[in-house]
């Protein structure tokens, strides 16, 4: 069952998503970053943040594990985090 939560976009991903937050409705990582990629479908640009960001999700690192083994909370946050410049 799908799970309805928030996924907060930081610098280049929000600029490239043309909001800071949107809501999702997902089981998992991948099908929540699915559908925000057909929702931006005009905004080439925000497919491109999305392959370099790393996410967080309920405030852990996703890291290196598939998306699609990553299931998303009721109430829950993912974070998109793409590069950032300078240490």
């Given amino acids: 069952m799908a799970a309805a939560g928030t996924i907060r976009y930081w610098a280049a991903a929000k600029a490239a998503a043309g909001t ?10 991948a099908d929540a970053l699915e559908t925000a990629r057909r929702r931006h479908s005009e905004r080439p640009e ?19 594990r598939s998306h699609d083994t990553v ?11 793409p590069p950032f410049a300078g240490g």
């Fill in 46 to 64: 925000f497919a491109r943040v999305l392959l370099r960001s790393s996410f967080l999700v309920d405030g852990a690192p996703v890291g290196a």
């Fill in 20 to 29: 800071a937050e949107e809501p999702y409705d997902a089981t998992t990582l």
């Fill in 71 to 81: 299931t998303l909370a009721e109430g829950g946050t993912v974070e998109v985090l």
